[in-house]
């Protein structure tokens, strides 16, 4: 798929702070892309860079083919934002927010009203649409902040956080309705520190971490980049030998053996769907009687702490 | 254009939530009128305010000048308050340029400030007498020009000062030097004749004597007030500078300090 975002040394220091450092990333037509990061990694900033609200310090980027800094105007006219917080006034009401929102994006008055009652009813908004804003849940005045992109449907929606606060049900409505943006023709680049959002919903994720991108793909590449990362629990009827623990050791997709029980054994292996059946069959030539097997593979938490040697909650507090 | 009327839109319907707190500021001004004037008509020298038959009819207009400074200085505070809740980068992401937010913002104080000084202006028309057609138009382009200059400076104020504390410390600065150095409570007349007998500052002459809210003050007095001397229209040219200065002050604001 072609480009539809180019991002080339892209930095920006708040005084002695850099808080996005010479990030180089491309955004392809059409996918979600997850931006992976603890809190203060540089995905807020970079969005903000993007949407041309602030100034790059150096470097730039292409969106849709206008250059940041010399066609800001241009480039806005492709975004929608969902912010982290959301952005309104506490007097306002959520449909005069998000009605005020289409009309600014050009929407006619009659596809306005319409997409309007049909976004604020999907997300459940429809009977407090006359309250003011300060009247509101946490919850609620995030999904009026979403309201607005879908109302809007941008060739670009950047989305930040987009479940923060919202219940476990509405976080399944929100990914749904992203995934239909998605399919309608935006691309969308979905920041969030939660791991399975981004694990659930991205086509591609970008890991950020003190401003610098680390990696960037599929979550199944990154996953399985990730040497030693699928990990097979085997627990024997009997005690396991020495004799079996070396023979499985033997296998090449095997990493590293360890014993947590004298009949429970932790393998930790690449390509865990190839290698199970052999070991399974070496299990049954030897006559080493299995009671039971469970096999997990890699998270995304596994793939940030592999590229930064923390944990996403370590990370966290360690930028707070 | 039609970016600029989105957000004179947005600023009019956000004024118009607070109706019944504009209402009670309204009649608060209408209090001062009618209960400060008519007392200080007892208390000033009758030689200073002669010429304008009651302290009252002297002091309408100036209160209208204030209420349209007051009211046209409060996009300000809203931006102020859009900065501290980075509501700022919501309107910054908006499909428009930064020039056309910034000319939204400025003619939207600046309505706001003719909307709510319209009661006050129609009490002075009331109580002092009616002005020509032409005296109206005059009187509403100049009103409205520094309306919009006033807004501008509030905007400019408002981006510039990043805590509320700060905000407001420097809207009173402002309030009070420009209420206190201009002809809204005293003529001018006085005021320069304190000057030259050493028992006011000279510098606040000055003050006063190129102060737009006097210019604006004194134009609705000579239009509406019999036997005043004749209007002089080259003082319209401190509104025109005043605002010139600060539409242009909140422009480069919002494009340069907000977006660092």
């Not at chain 1, 806005?76 to 006034?89: A, D, H, T």
């Not at chain 1, 970008?206 to 097979?232: F, Q």
């Amino acid at each position: 798929m072609p480009s539809i975002i180019q991002i080339s040394n892209l930095t920006k220091k708040f005084g002695n702070i850099v808080a996005v450092d010479h990030l180089d990333l491309e955004v392809e037509d059409g996918e979600i892309l997850g931006l992976l990061g603890p809190n203060g990694a540089g995905k807020t900033t970079t969005i903000l860079m993007l949407a041309t609200v602030i100034r790059p310090t150096e470097g730039t980027a292409t969106v849709g083919g206008f250059d940041i800094r010399k066609n800001p105007e241009k480039v806005r006219e492709l975004f929608g934002i969902v912010f982290q917080e959301p952005k309104m006034l506490w007097v306002s009401t959520p449909w005069d927010i998000v009605n005020w929102h289409a009309k600014v994006c050009g929407l006619s008055t009659e596809e306005r009203k319409r997409r309007v009652k049909e976004v604020l009813e999907s997300l459940d908004m429809w009977e407090h649409r006359r309250k003011n804003v300060h009247a509101l849940s946490g919850g609620m005045r995030k999904r009026v902040e979403l309201a607005k992109v879908l109302v809007q449907r941008p060739k670009i929606a950047i989305v930040d956080e987009p479940t923060a606060q919202i219940d476990v049900v509405g976080k399944h409505r929100v990914w749904n309705m992203l995934r239909r943006l998605r399919d309608e023709g935006s691309t969308l680049i979905l920041a969030t520190n939660e791991l399975y959002e981004a694990d659930e919903l991205s086509d591609r994720v970008a890991i950020m971490h003190r401003g610098k991108l680390l990696v960037c793909d599929t979550p199944k590449t990154l996953k399985d980049s990730i040497v030693g990362g699928d990990i097979v629990e085997i627990q024997l009827e009997n005690d396991a030998s020495a004799k079996i623990v070396e023979e499985l050791k033997n296998f090449k997709e095997v990493v590293n053996i360890l014993q947590v029980k004298p009949c429970i054994l932790r393998l930790y292996l690449n390509k865990v769907e190839e290698v199970v059946p052999k070991i399974m069959n070496t299990l049954v030539k030897k006559n080493v009687p299995v009671t039971s097997i469970h096999m997990s593979e890699p998270s995304l938490d596994d793939v940030f702490a592999h590229y930064t040697g923390l944990t996403i909650e370590e990370a966290q507090k360690s930028g707070e | 254009m039609k970016a600029i009327m989105h957000i004179v839109e947005h600023d009019l319907r956000n004024f118009f939530r607070y109706k019944w707190w504009l209402v009670g500021l309204i009649s608060m001004n209408l209090a001062d009128l009618f209960i400060m004037a008519i007392v200080y008509n007892y208390m000033v020298s009758s030689a200073v305010i002669a010429q304008y038959d009651t302290y009252f009819k002297f002091f309408a207009p100036g209160l209208t000048v204030t209420g349209l400074f007051a009211s046209a200085f409060m996009i300000g505070r809203e931006i102020n308050m859009e900065r501290r809740r980075e509501v700022h980068h919501y309107m910054l992401s908006l499909p428009m340029t930064r020039m056309e937010l910034a000319i939204g913002r400025v003619l939207s104080g600046g309505i706001r400030g003719m909307i709510y000084m319209s009661p006050l202006l129609l009490t002075c028309f009331v109580f002092l007498g009616f002005p020509t057609v032409w005296e109206l138009l005059v009187i509403l382009i100049v009103l409205f020009l520094m309306a919009l200059g006033i807004s501008g400076l509030s905007i400019a104020i408002a981006v510039s000062t990043a805590s509320l504390e700060k905000f407001i410390t420097a809207r009173g600065l402002v309030y009070y030097t420009l209420f206190f150095c201009s002809s809204v409570f005293y003529p001018l007349s006085l005021i320069q004749q304190l000057g030259a007998e050493g028992k006011f500052p000279a510098p606040l002459v000055i003050l006063a004597e190129v102060n737009p809210l006097s210019s604006a003050s004194d134009m609705i007095r000579s239009f509406l007030l019999p036997d005043l001397p004749a209007f002089s229209y080259t003082s319209i040219l401190n509104v025109v500078v005043f605002s010139a200065i600060f539409i242009l002050s909140a422009a480069f604001a919002y494009i340069k300090i907000l977006e660092r």
